[in-house]
């Protein structure tokens, strides 16, 4: 059952902080995003939730099977996590809620190299939770370069 917990409830938190960055942007994302000039490989607004329930899912399996490991860098790891964890709510505030893409822009890099550090850290011992990161860390590339499309054109 521990086990278990370890890692159901890392996803719940995962989609808990999902669900409250998008309170935040949901306004944004119906009034402002639109009017701004975007690359034509933004993908459909529809991609963005789906992206994100699985990005959110496998965070939390990540994170879930390092807590259920016997790692002594379980710690560590555990905290690189909640790291990367509040840039990725943060860049939600700053880019939508503040409508401000160069906070945004600052805020994604961190976030990047966060998400990197954490996912090269694990993957010596926890290769899966490295893994699990893959998607992420694929979909950043994607976001940041949107952030930097909009700050330069907007």
Known sequence: MRKFLYIILPIIICFLVRFTASYFQSESIQ?????????????????????????YLCMGISIGLILNS?????????????????????????????????????????????????????????????VLFVPYILWLILATYLNAYILIYN
Do not use: H, R
């Not at 000039?37 to 933004?42: A, D, G, R």
């Not at 002594?72 to 505030?93: A, C, D, E, P, R």
């Open 31 to 55: 009034t402002w995003y639109p009017t701004l000039s975007k690359p034509e490989i933004t993908p459909p607004n529809i991609a963005f939730p789906i992206a994100w329930s699985i990005i």
């Open 70 to 130: 016997k790692e002594k860098s379980k710690k560590n790891l555990t905290l690189l996590f909640v790291i990367q964890l509040f840039f990725n709510f943060t860049w939600s505030i700053s880019f939508f809620y503040l409508q401000n893409p160069l906070l945004g822009f600052i805020n994604i890099i961190l976030l990047d190299i966060a998400v990197l550090y954490y996912a090269f850290k694990c993957y010596p011992t926890q290769k899966m939770s490295g």
